[in-house]
């Protein structure tokens, strides 16, 4: 079945604790981004990779890093969370930066404290 | 700086009744607008899209409208059923140097049977 993978699905974690959220498409897509959705304020992009060791920051990349070391994979990493970034994330991916069409990972919900 | 906007944040409609979903935007540089749909606890899925060079789009029962001497589009859902019942986004494709994509902050839509 084709599908974008996130884990985990929901985390709380403590301000400054590094972590890492994991994405994964088995579609042989090209793109990939990652986004945040708050409320009143849509989803806006983080980071997003047009191929593999390929990425570049979106609207609202402070305070994240990600990697594209395989085509498959885009890992989310936040090296020192804090409350602000408390949020509902999501990947996506599209089989080319042009595609229209999006394929979204079930979402995860981060709290941080 | 809100590019893409959806004013209603929410939308109540009987069943086998039209649903209207509305959205603005600010940008006659977009190039193609998209509608997605969001069920809890999932990532949105595609629903349709239209080009810019376009007035209709039309897959179903889903029919998007665009203006764009009014700079707006709407989604036309008909008939409504209560498996509609989701967030509704509105997104917008602007390139420039890279695609990128803007989203509306959503109408959740409630069907009633």
């Known amino acids: 079945e084709a599908q974008v993978t996130q884990n985990p699905r929901y985390l709380i974690t403590v301000t400054g604790k590094k972590l890492t959220v994991t994405c994964s498409q088995n579609m042989n897509h090209e793109y990939m981004s990652w986004y945040r959705q708050d409320p009143g304020l849509g989803l806006r992009q983080i980071y997003y990779?047009?191929?593999?060791?390929?990425?570049d920051k979106g609207d609202v990349p402070e305070g994240y890093k990600v990697s594209r070391k395989e085509k498959r994979n885009f890992p989310l990493i936040l090296e020192s969370p804090s409350p602000n970034q408390t949020s509902l994330y999501f990947c996506a991916s599209s089989l080319k930066v042009s595609s229209t069409e999006a394929f979204f990972g079930q979402g995860t919900r981060l709290t941080v404290v | 700086d809100q590019q893409v906007k959806q004013n209603s944040p929410s939308l109540s409609v009987q069943e086998g009744r039209i649903s209207i979903l509305n959205c603005d935007y600010t940008?006659?540089?977009?190039?193609?607008f998209l509608w997605y749909k969001k069920y809890p606890a999932e990532g949105p899925t595609f629903l349709i899209s239209i080009s810019s060079i376009k007035d209709k789009n039309e897959d179903g029962r889903f029919t998007v409208f665009l203006n764009k001497s009014a700079k707006h589009l709407s989604l036309h859902i008909v008939p409504s059923q209560p498996g509609d019942s989701a967030v509704y986004f509105c997104a917008a494709r602007l390139y420039s140097g890279t695609y990128k994509y803007i989203f509306g902050t959503g109408t959740r839509l409630k069907v009633l049977a």
């Open positions: 940008n006659s540089m977009f190039d193609y």
């Open positions: 990779s047009m191929n593999v060791e390929v990425t």
